[in-house]
């Protein structure tokens, strides 16, 4: 008789073997798949200890691709990105590598924590990097480097106690290290305590004088802001010696230079500047200053002529160059080049001011007195186009308005000598008597805030006799 459990009880144990089969065969295929992506990592491994950082992250991104979950693989492949200049794909990679390890032990979460703050960084994400260096010190709290790293954060979100705080703690764990004075010394130039960043960097030097060009940088900087130019000029030498095409180095020296009064050496470190970064409009506007101070009008012209080739679009350029021909007495370049700048920035008093004196040298007196107005008008406190408006009132007879102007500046800056001296001129002019307190006094003022008394009293005198001249000419007829 035909029993249908049997029958049934049959079909179970068949189902069952092809279930243990495939559930075999699956474990076989892992296992075999887990081989392969281990050989593979293993060569990408190698790939990447010989610097092939693009072959090596092919080699892991075909072992991912067998098995996605490799914590050795995505940090691999991470810190390959990472030194390709990649961090946001490296970042990713050091996510996941930490999402999926539940068993790390602390030296490799540490590694870990580190290498996704360094990815940070190159994001420009400091917070977040402080955030995994805290993590590396609770699992490492006596490594000097890891504090030295989060000081380094702190600073750049200007956080200037709590990165002075950290490299504190590195020095203290070990004060042998020559970046941790160096980084230190950062910090205290940030705060603007030039002296203790002297000598944390002097420190860094004697531990280590092979330190990179920028702590010899950095010193010279901090010795120039205290005026010991001297030393800041030795110390930025040595910077160039380590960095001999660093146009930074380069400019900062002719900057250094220049303020000592040394402007031949000043030129030439601009000219090396120069050399260096052909195309910086900056160093062109720079050097051709220096050439001013050092009264070679000609060169600094070609100068300001080459920036503007290069930068065409900058009033300042057009102002530096007007002055060089206000200064050689070439009044209508001097007058186009001030226009043009005004064009650039038409409520700017001082271009006004400068045009205003180049139209004056046109004897163009009607439009300087425009352009004075006009600078008045954009600075009501600018006290040079009051006292200039005066001069040509004075020039024009209009007497009245230039006593005003002249008061005026007297008004807003009581320490303006060029008003007392002009007005006592102005008064003379006007017929008062030169012994008169209304003029001593003025004069007596001009004086004491650096005018010479003498040449005063002497041009107070000749006005007077020109005076009594015109009169005594005028009853003979």
Do not use: W
């Not at 950290?166 to 970046?179: G, L, N, T, V, W």
């Amino acid at each position: 008789m035909f029993h249908p459990n049997i029958k049934y009880k049959t079909l179970f144990i068949l189902l069952l073997t092809l279930i243990l089969l495939n559930c075999n065969n699956n474990q076989t295929e892992k296992i075999e798949n887990t081989a392969d992506s281990t050989e593979i990592t293993n060569l990408a491994l190698d790939l990447k200890s010989q610097g092939l950082f693009n072959e090596s992250i092919e080699k892991l991104n075909e072992s991912l691709q067998v098995n996605p979950n490799q914590p050795k693989a995505l940090q691999a492949r991470g810190e390959s990105l990472l030194l390709l200049g990649k961090p946001q794909e490296a970042l990713n990679d050091f996510n996941k590598t930490i999402e999926i390890s539940t068993s790390l032990d602390n030296q490799k979460k540490l590694e870990l924590y580190q290498l996704r703050a360094q990815a940070y960084i190159y994001l420009g994400e400091n917070r977040k990097a402080i955030e995994d260096f805290t993590e590396a010190i609770k699992l490492d709290s006596n490594n000097a480097n890891l504090y030295s790293k989060r000081g380094k954060s702190y600073l750049e979100v200007i956080e200037l106690r709590l990165s002075l705080k950290d490299y504190d703690q590195a020095i203290k764990i070990d004060p042998s290290k020559a970046e941790y004075y160096a980084g230190r010394g950062d910090v205290f130039t940030k705060k603007g305590d030039y002296r203790m960043a002297i000598e944390d960097y002097g420190m860094a030097l004697q531990l280590d004088p092979k330190q990179s060009a920028d702590v010899y940088y950095n010193r010279g900087s901090a010795f120039a802001q205290i005026g010991q130019m001297n030393d800041a000029v030795k110390h930025l030498t040595a910077a160039l010696r380590l960095d001999p095409d660093n146009a930074k180095l380069q400019t900062y020296l002719a900057v250094t230079l220049g303020e000592m009064g040394n402007y031949s050496k000043s030129i030439e470190a601009f000219t090396e500047a120069i050399r260096t970064d052909p195309k910086n409009a900056e160093l062109y506007t720079d050097r051709g200053n220096t050439y001013v101070f050092s009264g070679r009008y000609s060169e600094a012209i070609n100068d300001f002529d080459m920036a503007i080739s290069l930068i065409d679009n900058r009033p300042e350029l057009y102002a530096d160059r007007g002055l060089v021909h206000l200064l050689l007495e070439n009044y209508a370049n001097a007058e186009s080049d001030f226009s043009n700048a005004l064009a650039l920035s038409p409520q700017n008093h001082i271009y006004y001011t400068r045009r205003g004196n180049a139209r004056t040298g046109l004897k163009d007196y009607q439009a300087a007195i425009e352009d004075y107005s006009l600078a008045i008008h954009y600075n009501p406190d600018f006290v040079q186009a009051y006292n200039n408006r005066g001069l040509l009132y004075r020039n024009i007879n209009r007497f009245d308005l230039a006593l005003d102007d002249f008061s005026q500046s007297i008004k807003i800056n009581p320490d303006y000598p060029y008003a007392y001296a002009n007005r006592a001129l102005l008064n003379t002019l006007r017929g008062k008597d030169p012994t008169s307190l209304l003029i001593t006094q003025d004069i007596k003022r001009a004086g004491a805030l650096g005018l010479d008394i003498s040449q005063l009293t002497t041009a107070v005198q000749k006005i007077k006799n020109d005076l009594e001249t015109t009169n005594q000419t005028s009853t003979i007829k």
